[in-house]
């Protein structure tokens, strides 16, 4: 299972209003809380489908997760680093209580970089069909006493499957190369 790193970034602060009612407060100590959306949606668990955890291996789960307090190296309001088994999520800032502001992982760089080189190995596959394909034959099969017209592939060569020979002049009809398959 792999769980994607979330930290303080400028969106990574525990705010609240002071007194007055305008002012911001950063607020220590908080147990913030991480959901699938910004309102409603599913809160992220140590027991949940999407699990959260304050280890990039997942071994210590949590339901929540703090906001510094303002001792030691981090500053009073900075959400603590948590780790989550979805790539983004929105974290109530408040514990409980007030709008959600979304945290997007710090791995970011390395989820575009595994998505460009998932694109590019398609395309690679892609390419690699249409080589193939390239090279293919067509089929034409008479069905109710008539041929169809010859497929639209250039030069490939068609095979025409019927119990009459197709069609060589006129437009859509057998051209040199292609095989008649008699049936019927």
Same mark, same amino acid.
């Given at each position: 299972?792999?769980?994607?790193?979330?930290?303080?970034?400028p969106a990574g602060w525990?705010?609240?209003?002071?007194?007055?009612?305008?002012?911001?407060?950063?607020?220590?100590?908080?147990?913030?809380?991480?959901?699938?959306?910004?309102?409603?949606?599913?809160?992220?668990?140590? @027991?949940?489908?999407?699990? $959260? !955890?304050?280890d990039r291996d997942g071994? *210590? =789960? #949590?339901?929540?997760?703090? %906001?510094?307090?303002?001792?030691?190296?981090?500053?009073?309001?900075?959400?603590?680093?948590?780790?989550?088994?979805?790539?983004?999520?929105?974290?109530?800032?408040?514990?409980?209580?007030?709008?959600?502001?979304?945290?997007?992982?710090?791995?970011?760089?390395?989820?575009?970089?595994?998505?460009?080189? @998932?694109?590019?190995?398609? $395309? !690679?596959?892609?390419?690699?069909?249409? *080589? =193939? #394909?390239?090279?293919?034959? %067509?089929?034409?099969?008479?069905?109710?006493?008539?041929?169809?017209?010859?497929?639209?592939?250039?030069?490939?060569?068609?095979?025409?499957?019927?119990?009459?020979?197709?069609?060589?002049?006129?437009?859509?009809?057998?051209?040199?190369?292609?095989?008649?398959?008699?049936?019927?």
């Amino acid at each position: 299972m792999t769980f994607y790193e979330f930290e303080s970034t400028p969106a990574g602060w525990n705010m609240g209003v002071a007194g007055d009612g305008e002012t911001p407060v950063l607020l220590g100590g908080i147990a913030n809380q991480a959901w699938s959306q910004k309102t409603g949606g599913v809160q992220y668990t140590s @027991a949940g489908a999407v699990r $959260l !955890a304050l280890d990039r291996d997942g071994t *210590t =789960l #949590t339901d929540t997760f703090p %906001g510094a307090d303002g001792t030691g190296l981090d500053i009073k309001g900075q959400i603590q680093r948590v780790y989550c088994e979805s790539p983004t999520f929105f974290i109530d800032g408040n514990g409980g209580a007030g709008p959600r502001t979304m945290l997007v992982t710090t791995d970011v760089a390395q989820l575009a970089l595994a998505a460009l080189q @998932a694109a590019q190995d398609a $395309l !690679a596959g892609v390419n690699s069909l249409n *080589t =193939l #394909t390239a090279n293919m034959v %067509g089929f034409a099969v008479k069905t109710g006493g008539s041929y169809p017209a010859r497929p639209p592939i250039g030069t490939r060569v068609v095979l025409w499957i019927g119990d009459t020979a197709p069609p060589t002049t006129g437009a859509g009809c057998a051209v040199a190369g292609d095989l008649w398959w008699q049936v019927g």
